[in-house]
């Protein structure tokens, strides 16, 4: 059996971003990565984040937030460092080898303001934008093996 490539997202506290990212790329059809998901530091999986993939039917209730440090000498194909950093936001760096590195940046779900509603509007609209992007990354990466499959939800 041919080794699966290996993708790793970074953000901050790897409690939201990282995490529905890990759990989409993980789940979605015509996805064949080792899926990886990191912060600069630990915290803990957002309830929020966990009630929005629900809602499109990713269970990401089991996932564990995970530190840099975790990862720390391993090689991963692909880096994608899913943090907005024109918000000051702090975004980790990871040194080991990749043969890609990408920026996709997302706004942080977890610093939405208002009520439950509002910001469940907000973990929305990055879990759909998540979805997007790695619905484009797997359709580039499908076309770039001979395939042409394009993941659905």
């Known amino acids: 059996m041919p080794r699966k490539d290996s993708v790793l997202f970074l953000c901050g506290s790897n409690s939201c971003r990282s995490q529905m990212a890990e759990g989409l790329l993980k789940s979605l059809p015509g996805s064949t990565f080792d899926v990886h998901s990191a912060g600069a530091t630990a915290s803990f999986v957002h309830p929020l984040a966990i009630k929005v993939m629900a ?67 907000v973990f929305r609209k990055v879990r759909d934008e998540l979805l997007s992007q790695i619905n484009e990354f797997l359709n580039a990466n499908l076309q770039s093996q001979g395939s042409s499959v394009s993941p659905q939800t």
Do not use: H
């Not at 080991?96 to 939405?112: F, I, S, V």
């Open 55 to 121: 809602e499109i039917g990713f269970d990401i209730s089991e996932q564990r937030s995970k530190s840099l440090d975790e990862f720390i000498g391993q090689k991963f194909d692909y880096v994608i460092t899913v943090c907005a950093k024109d918000k000051n936001q702090q975004c980790p760096y990871f040194p080991g080898a990749a043969k890609l590195r990408l920026t996709w940046g997302l706004e942080d779900p977890a610093t939405a303001q208002g009520d439950d509603a509002q910001k469940l509007k």
